[in-house]
């Protein structure tokens, strides 16, 4: 008797565990993962970005990091060189029609005003975009998540240079 309670008591452990371990993100561990393997190279922190961000950091025109807006979550970094707008451990609320745009400031007429970039998807960490053709970066102060379906913005990176 005495070895099936320990027996079922193991069992449930490791299903406890792995149940805890699968509600991470897969992308955020391969993330830390690679961050750990950079961090022994002796690459530091670079403003609070992950130290995957820390080399495009210095090369980056403009970085800045994500904060909800209308009581909505969105959080992570993003980077801006060379017409590329670049998330690292990006994450939202769940929307139906989430889009990235280049703005200057984050008002709907903002967004409207703005250059779109493409749908952003809420649940992945990493994620790349290029301004289209004949836009510079270097003229918006903002990167934006909308939802073009609710017209609503969900949140922001103010950019700094």
Known sequence: MRIKTVLASSVAGLVIVGAVAGCGDQDTSSSMNSTAAMSSNGMSMANGMS??????????????????????????????????????????????????????????????????????????????????????TADYTDVVVHCDKAKAVFGAAELMK
């Open 51 to 136: 130290t995957a961000m820390a080399p495009a950091a210095s090369m980056t025109s403009a970085h800045g990091a994500f904060s909800g807006l209308n009581d909505k979550k969105v959080s992570g970094n993003v980077a801006v060189a060379s017409g590329k707008v670049d998330l690292a451990g990006f994450a939202s609320d769940e929307g139906p029609d989430l889009h990235l745009y280049l703005a200057r400031g984050t008002s709907e007429a903002d967004v409207d005003a703005g250059v779109e970039l493409g749908k952003v998807a809420y649940d992945k960490a990493s994620q790349s975009f290029t301004a289209p053709a004949g836009v510079d």
